[in-house]
């Protein structure tokens, strides 16, 4: 607990204890003198007073002093806020009827229901303010990676500086155990990151020189020399924590309708208390019987339980998701994503890797290494991503000295002389272009790379990008979590794109789409969707920005280090891990259930109570219970996602 919440916490304590004291004293043959300045007009009555209800000199001090210490031991905070409000012009609150609720029922004589009343308010507020401030704590663990300092060189030395104040190039040391302050790239040394702050994965990642590094990862093992690539404004850690400190001020269409509720629903109890208190007591003269009701009718009115709780699941959602890596930009989306029934995805770098690998070696007349080797001494000197994933499947570094005359024929592919032979690796336009006859090509989707030696064809290679190893998995977690249809946008040839599909077990997929053409489709798939269903697009939020923004929601894969995904997106999954996705859909749909029940339950039990109230079958106990029971049960409710898996 905050010191805050300790305080409040001992002046419940002091309050239940004085209650308690006060209650047996009441019921017992304990008598106290009661000091002329301290007769209370509305105190009980105890033999000694005379006919008029006045005490005499020398009569018994009355418990009902002792029982207005207790009320204002634990609700003068409530009973100042009342004030306050109601001189900015806010009338109708929660602090308002509990403060007419308890003194009404003081002036009655009944004071240990005022004072309990009051009392188990404070420890529904203190229940709300703990699981709010855990709730918060979930959240701070991730604003935690903002930098306190970066480490430069300066004559020799190592100086700390502001991390707002290091340049674009300028190269800061990052020690063992630091965090890391700046985006960059290394250019010295080599070390384990640990990224559970940014992306929920609790494996450090090895990085060596050549490599990017991202602020707010903690630096484990080795001295780190960094050449920072952005300012301190456009970083990693800047932008996440922007969208952080925003997220709470897009609200659930839930959270806007209690708060219209309470606007209204409000003042409506506070006149119908009135009414209940006036009226019937006019036609029979029994105000003894009829206040006391509207006091309850008061007490059980008061909407805290879903004020407090509804706002209190969703932003518990928020820290959940938070604490798998999972940024939502708002309880909104949170809520939009529970109704998720089709999600589409962008191929190249969301289902799949993004990165091309040699999937299939077809030598002729010759062994797959050998053919491998040619192809790669052929290529080495292309930066094409095809030509670099064929030099990194040889796994060796190419000798130069062996490769001459290479020319790059722009379309079709690589003319060299390898070890005094003629080399030919490309496309079929290449070996058409060659003269060469080819063998048929095996039935593999991806790209083709032809090989011939010395005017004789010699095989190809396949190169194609790889699925994901969780994408499979992560698709059948979503049909599992109630996700009716998935279907892929790309734009590869039609072959790669139906089997990748038929791989991963999407329902549909579209090949062979430009950027504009995957808006269209994206709209055509939003006007087949159903009544109360949403469309989620997952891409790398770098090149699908417009589908992002055109669907229901967008979600961005792989966020470490794109510049765009965080900005286009409204849900960002923060590391490469599709298993993300369907995470977020159960916490979503968690969240909402929990909102759910919350509602009804504490509307069913005040409505229920309000009857009771109104015709004399509650007391102000069962008002308790239906205004702070139900609070303090539905903010352990909404707790429950502060433990989200």
């Excluded at 209370?40 to 018994?60: C, E, H, K, M, W």
């Excluded at 509990?98 to 009392?119: N, S």
């Excluded at 059980?300 to 407090?308: D, F, T």
């Amino acid at each position: 607990m905050t010191r805050k919440q300790k305080k409040m916490l001992y002046r419940i304590i002091i309050a239940a204890v004085l209650l308690i004291a006060v209650v047996v004293l009441d019921h017992s043959s304990v008598r106290l003198w009661l000091p002329e300045w301290l007769k209370l007009p509305f105190a009980i009555r105890v033999p000694g007073q005379d006919t008029s209800g006045n005490f005499v000199t020398g009569d018994y001090l009355p418990v009902g002093w002792l029982y207005l210490i207790a009320y204002v031991v634990i609700g003068w905070d409530i009973l100042w806020k009342a004030v306050r409000n109601i001189m900015n012009g806010q009338v109708f609150d929660e602090n308002f009827l509990m403060c007419v609720a308890t003194i009404g029922a003081l002036i009655i004589g009944e004071y240990p229901e005022a004072v309990a009343v009051m009392l188990f308010y404070q420890v529904g507020e203190l229940f709300q303010n703990v699981a709010v401030y855990r709730s918060r704590q979930s959240i701070s663990e991730l604003m935690d990676i903002r930098p306190d300092y970066a480490n430069i060189e300066r004559d020799g030395q190592l100086v700390q500086v502001d991390p707002e104040e290091v340049a674009v190039d300028d190269v800061i040391v990052i020690k063992a155990g630091e965090r890391v302050p700046l985006d960059g790239v290394i250019i010295e040394g080599a070390s384990a990151l640990d990224t559970a702050a940014l992306t929920g994965e609790s494996l450090p990642r090895d990085v060596s020189p050549g490599e990017e590094v991202i602020s707010g990862c903690v630096n484990l093992t080795g001295l780190l020399y960094v050449r920072v690539s952005k300012p301190f404004g456009q970083s990693t850690v800047a932008r996440i924590l922007d969208l952080v400190e925003n997220s709470s001020e897009k609200k659930a269409q839930a959270e806007h309708f209690i708060t219209k509720f309470a606007r209204y629903y409000t003042p409506i109890v506070v006149f119908a208390a009135l009414a209940l208190a006036v009226i019937p007591s006019l036609a029979t003269g029994q105000w003894g019987i009829w206040v006391p009701r509207a006091l309850n009718f008061l007490v059980v009115s008061c909407p805290c339980a879903l004020v407090i709780s509804i706002p209190l699941s969703f932003f518990g959602g928020l820290g959940g998701a938070s604490k798998q890596g999972i940024l939502v930009k708002g309880s909104n989306y949170l809520e939009a994503l529970a109704q998720a029934g089709v999600v589409v995805f962008d191929k190249t770098g969301t289902l799949t890797r993004g990165s091309f690998s040699v999937a299939a070696i077809h030598p002729q007349g010759m062994e797959e290494q050998e053919l491998l080797e040619l192809a790669a001494l052929a290529e080495q000197f292309s930066t094409h991503p095809i030509s670099r994933s064929v030099v990194k499947a040889w796994g060796k570094e190419p000798d130069q000295g062996r490769a001459s005359g290479v020319e790059e024929v722009a379309g079709h592919g690589v003319r060299a002389v390898i070890d005094g032979k003629a080399v030919l690796a490309g496309n079929r336009r290449l070996m058409d272009l060659e003269h060469i006859d080819i063998a048929a090509e095996h039935d593999h989707s991806g790209t083709i790379i032809h090989v011939a030696v010395d005017g004789r064809y010699a095989g190809h290679l396949v190169v194609a990008d790889q699925p994901k190893e969780t994408s499979a998995q992560a698709l059948r977690e979503l049909k599992a979590a109630g996700v009716r249809q998935t279907v892929m946008l790309t734009g590869d040839a039609q072959g790669a794109a139906r089997e990748a599909a038929e791989k991963l077990g999407l329902d549909q997929f579209y090949a062979q789409l430009l950027p504009a053409d995957k808006v269209e489709r994206v709209e055509a798939l939003l006007e087949t969707k159903r009544p109360n269903e949403k469309l989620v697009f997952v891409g790398d939020g770098i090149n699908d920005a417009p589908v992002l923004s055109r669907a229901d929601i967008g979600v961005a894969m792989g966020a470490l280090g794109s510049d765009a995904a965080i900005e286009a997106a409204d849900i960002v999954l923060m590391d490469d891990d599709l298993l993300k996705l369907p995470a977020a859909v159960r916490i979503a749909r968690k969240t909402l259930s929990i909102v759910r029940q919350n509602v009804v339950f504490a509307l069913g039990v005040k409505l229920l109570v309000l009857v009771l109230s109104a015709v004399g079958l509650a007391n102000m106990w069962a008002a308790v219970f239906a205004d702070v029971g139900v609070s303090v049960l539905a903010i352990l409710n909404a707790s429950r996602m502060l433990r989200a898996k």
